[in-house]
């Protein structure tokens, strides 16, 4: 067996905050969403995903892969937001296995409405904080660790509007 390598105590302080600032970003950004939208953080990310997808419609395992979700969890809240006429799940004519997930147009107005105080609330939790240089070397580090997270690049990535995938 091979001797571990322990963290430094710098390395540790590093990873212990960074941690925390994980943990804290997205308990932030849900108690913001819940408050001011009554949306946790997971439904709006589905939202947009379902918004910014080809006919704001994806097949449930492609919601649940974008989202980084099991299929089990992604169908309890699916339910919820069907129940509350945001979203609508169906099957194609000749597809009888794979369940389609699509935004309604009532959906895509709660998302409006909730897109705001959302973008001000990631604001002022990270890019507020951040010089702009700082802001290139976070993004840098995140593609390092995506690097060596998914070096395949299996895993989505951030999708621009243009439809084109950054694969780094």
Known sequence: MAEVVWLDDGQQRTWRTFLAAVHLLDASLDRQLRRD????????????????????????????????????????????????????????????????????????????????????????????VLEPEQVGQLRAIAEAMLGVLDPEGAEPRYTDPGGTRTRN
């Open 37 to 128: 939208s009554g949306l946790p953080h997971t439904y709006y990310q589905a939202l947009a995903m379902l918004s910014e997808a080809p006919e704001r419609s994806l097949t449930m395992t492609e919601l649940a892969r974008l989202l980084r979700s099991s299929p089990s969890r992604l169908s309890h809240a699916a339910a919820k937001l069907e129940d509350d006429g945001l979203i609508r799940r169906f099957r194609r004519p000749g597809d009888r296995r794979t369940t389609f997930v699509e935004l309604t147009e009532k959906g895509e107005r709660v998302l409006e409405a909730a897109a705001p105080g959302h973008v001000a609330e990631v604001r002022r939790v990270l890019f507020d």
